[in-house]
């Protein structure tokens, strides 16, 4: 089945602590991104990446670091949590460039809570 | 910064009735704009997308309507089902820039039954 996973679904989490959340997509995507959202502000997008070792910021990059070793995943990676990033995170994949090309496929999300 | 401008923010429609959900932008050079469907617990998912060379795109109880010079598109939802209940996003980006996908802020729909 085509799909974009992301672990975990839930975490719970200190400030400070440093956490990576895994996205993985099985579809031989060269785009992929990571989402957060919030009540009232919609989906931002934090990071991207055109392809392996491509990526760039997005909207709201501040407190967040990615890396795509391999096509197939993105992590994201919280060196020091803070509360402010408390929110619902979605990675998302797409085949990329070229009419048609563009719709995203999102995974299931990952609800994070920095205490 | 670009953006995409969403209202209503919720919206109740009793079924049968029709849905509409409305999108402004501003920056002139988008040329792709898609409406996502999100459910509870899910990601978004693609519902239906629309280019400034038509002015309407039809996909069943879904109708986008585009307006160029006005700058805004709009989701009507014909016919709507308490399955359509859940909250949509409008979005927009450049052709040259799709990794650039701008969200409006979304719409909590019901449908009540």
């Known amino acids: 089945e085509a799909q974009v996973t992301q672990n975990p679904r839930y975490l719970i989490t200190v400030t400070g602590k440093k956490l990576t959340v895994t996205c993985s997509q099985n579809m031989n995507h060269e785009y992929m991104s990571w989402y957060r959202q919030d009540p009232g502000l919609g989906l931002r997008q934090i990071y991207y990446s055109m392809n392996v070792e491509v990526t760039d910021k997005g909207d709201v990059p501040e407190g967040y670091k990615v890396s795509r070793k391999e096509k197939r995943n993105f992590p994201l990676i919280l060196e020091s949590p803070s509360p402010n990033q408390t929110s619902l995170y979605f990675c998302?994949?797409?085949f990329g460039t070229g009419e048609g090309n563009e719709k995203l496929f999102f995974g299931s999300g990952t609800q994070l809570s920095v205490l | 910064q670009q953006q995409v401008k969403q209202s209503p923010q919720s919206l109740i429609v009793q079924k049968g009735g029709i849905s509409i959900i409305n999108c402004a932008y501003e920056n002139t050079a988008f040329d792709y704009f898609p409406w996502y469907q999100q459910f509870p617990g899910k990601g978004p998912a693609l519902l239906i997308a629309?280019?400034?060379?038509?002015s309407e795109k039809k996909e069943g109880r879904f109708t986008i309507s585009f307006n160029k010079s006005a700058k805004q598109f709009s989701l009507h939802i014909m016919d709507s089902q308490p399955g359509d209940s859940a909250t949509y996003f409008c979005?927009?980006?450049?052709?040259?820039?799709?990794?650039?996908?701008?969200f409006g802020t979304g719409t909590r729909l019901l449908v009540s039954p």
């Open positions: 629309i280019r400034p060379d038509v």
């Open positions: 979005a927009a980006s450049m052709n040259t820039g799709f990794q650039k996908l701008v």
């Open positions: 998302a994949s797409s």
